[in-house]
């Protein structure tokens, strides 16, 4: 799913969608989407200490969703993700 969401964001930021919550973070740009994923972030961590599961996964879900979006607005992908974390944990010489 982290994928098609990926995807979904990369489409909506090449083809804005009148009405679109993602379209108006693009519009607002860099600094509201790192914002956004602070405010999600604190939000995960208030969860996580003092929430219940439901609103754990929920809030993580919302954390995973702006990350991605400010992916898009750096122009990086879950690849360029993946292949730092597979750089990081392979053996060294």
Do not use: C, W
């Not at 609103?55 to 990086?76: C, G, I, N, T």
């Amino acid at each position: 799913m982290l994928k098609q969401l990926e995807a979904i964001i990369r489409d909506r930021k090449l083809n804005p969608a009148e009405g679109s919550y993602t379209n108006r973070l693009f519009d607002e740009g860099r600094g509201k989407i790192a914002q956004k994923v602070g405010e999600e972030a604190v939000e995960t961590i208030i969860a996580a200490l003092e929430q219940g599961r439901q609103e754990q996964v929920s809030e993580l879900a919302d954390l995973f969703y702006h990350v991605l979006v400010l992916m898009a607005e750096l122009d990086l992908s879950l690849q360029d993700i993946e292949l730092e974390l597979q750089n990081r944990h392979r053996p060294r010489d």
